[in-house]
DNA sequence: CGCGATACATAAGGAGCTTATATATATCCG
DNA sequence: CGGATATATATAAGCTCCTTATGTATCGCG
């Protein structure tokens, strides 16, 4: 790993540094099996889901950057699977809601208390002092990812329309 | 986000805290656009042989956690697209080692600058005090990696041959 | 009302994975 | 040494999940 200390001074936090860890943690973790096989995409739209409440089609691809047929057809999936039902929106005569059901509330707990399973004696095998480095840094890698989300959004609203 | 203080008393890192955090984070960080757009195991394939070398295709198997068609497929479209070339092993008439070509060490190095572009901004929009926490994370994630890498080889040989 | 904008769906095509199976070379053992 | 078995890779068929291009219905506004 190359220090962190920067060439033009700066202290902290490396670029490459992140990337590569991060890369070599996601290679271990986007693969882990889960019981039933959802793509990153799938798990994104049922987490928005359950923490926002039903939401247009629209309102997902924006936050999910995937084209909109491709969002479409993901819900239609979906809703195949029983996972998510379309409701039309009494507001809106064009617009759908897409709700989530039981089973796609399940299916997201079942993969969560997965990942819970698999993690959790690794976290154990880690000191007390790794543990605690990691959990100090998830709120600024949350702020991180807001940060880059907001610059998406901007990015976007310069672009189009 | 859930407080740090586990049920059952372990302090430190929270599995549920840490795969939420991840998320996020990578519902922004999977999709960074790259000008060449490359799908995950790709790069991480490119990643192998830029740090490592040529390889059997093998050997690339047990790293990525692909199929074994999958990857001689993913070797084809790369020799296709000229980033890699396959040659012979010497040592071994059924094996092919898969080296990097110049213009596939040049993809990998535009995709790392293009992330750099990327983060770079938001790092800068960090406090001192949050770069300083992902900074110290950084090592412990890796390890947290290495571990769930060995788990999973170690499943791999109880369960095939 | 009618026209542009918006929300979603459909169609066609390609990437990238899977399992099952084939082929060539290596290795081991009597 | 020769044949059985194991190993390294390739091919085939099929599915998921994305893309771009385009179609259709509804909305809102002058």
Redesign the interface.
């Known amino acids: 790993?190359t220090p962190?200390q920067r060439a033009d001074g700066t202290?902290?936090?490396?670029?490459?540094?992140?990337?590569t860890?991060?890369?070599?943690?996601?290679?271990?973790?986007?693969?882990?099996p889960s019981v039933q096989q959802l793509s990153?995409t799938t798990?994104?739209v049922l987490?928005a889901l359950v923490s926002g409440g039903p939401k247009r089609l629209t309102e997902l691809v924006r936050?999910e950057?995937i084209s909109q047929p491709g969002l479409t057809q993901l819900v239609t999936r979906l809703e195949r699977d029983g996972l998510v039902e379309r409701r039309p929106d009494p507001a809106d005569g064009r617009a759908v809601l897409v709700h989530l059901t039981e089973a796609g509330r399940a299916v997201r707990q079942a993969r969560?208390d997965d990942?819970?399973r698999?993690?959790?004696?690794?976290?154990a095998?880690?000191t007390?002092?790794?543990?605690?480095?990691?959990?100090?840094?998830?709120?600024?890698?949350?702020?991180?990812?807001?940060?880059?989300?907001e610059?998406?959004a901007e990015a976007r609203s310069r672009t189009e329309r």
Not at 11 to 19: F, R
């Open positions: 790993m962190s202290t902290g936090l490396d670029v490459v540094d992140l990337t860890a991060i890369e070599n943690f996601n290679r271990y973790y986007i693969r882990l990153f798990l994104s987490d936050t950057q969560q990942r819970e698999h993690l959790a004696p690794l976290i095998r880690l007390p002092a790794e543990r605690e480095a990691i959990a100090s840094a998830l709120p600024a890698l949350t702020r991180l990812a807001e940060l880059g989300a610059a998406e």
